[in-house]
C-alpha cells in the first residue's frame, strides 16, 4: 500500500527557515521512476504547486513565489523541502504528492490533478 508521510512543519518567525520531509512506502519502482510534488493550501485558497522533481526526467521545477527560497530534493524513498527566508504568505498546509505515471511536473508548471498520492499534510506556520 503506496503510503506517503510528511513532517517538519511547525512555528517559524518571518525570515526563519523549516525542512518539510515526505517518506514514501509502498512503491513498486524506486521513487526515481515517479514525479513527486510538493503543494501546499491556506485556508480559502485553492491547492497551489509549491514544488516538483522528476529525477527520471531530469525536471525540477518551482513555482515563482517560492523560487530562489525553497529547494527539493530526494534521498533514496524521502523527499525533502528546505524553505528559507519564510514569509507570513508561505503559512499553509503542505502536501507531498506522487504521479505514478512520471507526468504532472513539468519544466514550466506543477499539475496537481495529474498526481495520484497524496499524504495527509504538515503545517507551516509563519509568524512573528
Known amino acids: 500500500q503506496v503510503q506517503l508521510v510528511e513532517s517538519g512543519g511547525g512555528l517559524v518567525q518571518p525570515g526563519g527557515s523549516l525542512r518539510l520531509s515526505c517518506a514514501a512506502s509502498g512503491f513498486t519502482l524506486d521513487l526515481h521512476y515517479y514525479a513527486i510534488g510538493w503543494f501546499r493550501q491556506a485556508p480559502g485558497k485553492e491547492r497551489e504547486g509549491v514544488s516538483c522533481?522528476?529525477?527520471?526526467?531530469?525536471i525540477t521545477h518551482y513555482s515563482d513565489s517560492v523560487k530562489g527560497r525553497f529547494t527539493i530534493s530526494r534521498d533514496k524513498n524521502t523527499v525533502y523541502l528546505q524553505m528559507n527566508g519564510l514569509k507570513p504568505e508561505d503559512t499553509a498546509v503542505y502536501y507531498c504528492?506522487?504521479?505514478?505515471?512520471?507526468?504532472?511536473?513539468?519544466?514550466?508548471?506543477?499539475?496537481?490533478?495529474?498526481?495520484?498520492?497524496w499524504g495527509q499534510g504538515t503545517q507551516v506556520t509563519v509568524s512573528s
Open positions: 504528492a506522487t504521479a505514478d505515471s512520471g507526468y504532472g511536473c513539468y519544466p514550466t508548471k506543477n499539475v496537481p490533478r495529474e498526481y495520484d498520492n
Open positions: 522533481i522528476n529525477t527520471a526526467a531530469r
